[in-house]
């Protein structure tokens, strides 16, 4: 039902979603279907929290891996974790980034960016000596949100035209405007 939820956000957007549609293409009753999820907006819900575990799995990769590397290492990596992250189902991506907020946000869609903020917070923490004498919650809010606001835009909205040497660049640009903030 989840998967099918996805597939008819993708095709058709949040207005034109409904649980019949999504009742139909997952194959069971719409009986079945409330049994689990008692409207469309909570499969909705269902679908977003998913899609945010498979892109917070590359980042919780990406912060392990870098874990002992130094700041612009560490910054190169996860500025390429964010845009891979973003690459995980982007038309998915773009529907929940447009339309939840049209909903209301659902539960648990933050939570994603918080386990970003505590695991960079962490990793500057880890590293304080390499970074000039900064606010370390101030510092993680600023990096954490200019590389989820850089990555997300160029994936969703220039993905189609830009080529993987472009999107080279934009880690390069990312992890030099990160690394001069934090130095």
Do not use: W
Request: hydrophobic content about 45%; proline content about 3%.
């Amino acid at each position: 039902m989840i998967e099918a939820t996805a597939r008819i956000l993708v095709k058709d957007g949040f207005d034109k979603t409904t649980t019949n549609r999504i009742a139909e293409k997952a194959g069971v009753s719409i009986g079945s279907l409330y049994q689990y999820f008692p409207s469309k907006e909570a499969l909705v819900a269902a679908v977003a929290q998913r899609h945010n575990q498979d892109l917070m799995r590359v980042v919780r990769t990406a912060l392990a891996d870098v874990a002992a590397l130094p700041l612009e290492q560490a910054v190169r990596r996860l500025v390429a974790a964010a845009i891979d992250g973003h690459r995980v189902d982007p038309q998915l991506h773009r529907v929940l980034a447009e339309q939840i907020p049209r909903t209301g946000r659902t539960a648990n869609t933050d939570v994603p960016i918080q386990q970003a903020h505590a695991l960079f917070g962490a990793y500057l923490e880890a590293h304080r000596g390499e970074l000039r004498q900064v606010d370390l919650a101030l510092a993680t809010f600023v990096c954490v949100t200019s590389i989820e606001a850089l990555t997300h835009t160029a994936v969703l909205d220039y993905s189609e035209r830009a080529s993987d040497e472009a999107f080279e660049a934009l880690v390069d640009e990312a992890t030099r405007l990160i690394v001069r903030y934090l130095q």
